[in-house]
């Protein structure tokens, strides 16, 4: 079965990953960096936002994200930008992106989107 999710979709079912999700990550050995003048010059975009926002604006600014490995010598550093986003957050496995979709998802849903959006697959968990 292919899904397919419009760009609207992709990007609010990741904005909801990262919001959940994050912390998840960290118990990989993976943070996640940024270029400090474009989060900055993103940032400025929008009123008060969280950091998540920002995320967001970036990649719609054409920037990337990384989550940088920490404890594999960087075997599993992984940049994405909005392409990737559009491009995976629907190749996520069905159980979890319906959870999404249904509104029923929790930290796991988004650990797996996550992981999905930069690894192209479910490594850790």
Not at 52 to 80: A, K, N
Not at 103 to 116: G, P
Request: proline fraction near 2%; charged fraction near 30%; charge should be negative.
């Amino acid at each position: 079965m292919k899904i397919t999710l419009t760009e609207k979709e992709s990007e609010e079912y990741f904005y909801n990953a990262l919001c959940n999700g994050l912390g998840c990550m960290s118990d990989y050995g993976l943070s996640l960096v940024w270029d400090k003048k474009k989060y900055d010059a993103s940032k400025a975009k929008l009123n008060s936002p969280c950091v998540e926002d920002v995320f967001m604006q970036m990649l719609r600014d054409g920037y990337s994200i990384t989550f940088e490995d920490e404890e594999c010598e960087g075997e599993y550093t992984r940049s994405i930008g909005l392409k990737e986003v559009y491009d995976r957050v629907q190749k996520t496995p069905v159980e979890h992106l319906m959870n999404m979709v249904t509104e029923n998802d929790d930290a796991v849903t988004a650990d797996v989107i996550l992981q999905t959006v930069f690894f192209e697959e479910v490594i850790f968990g």
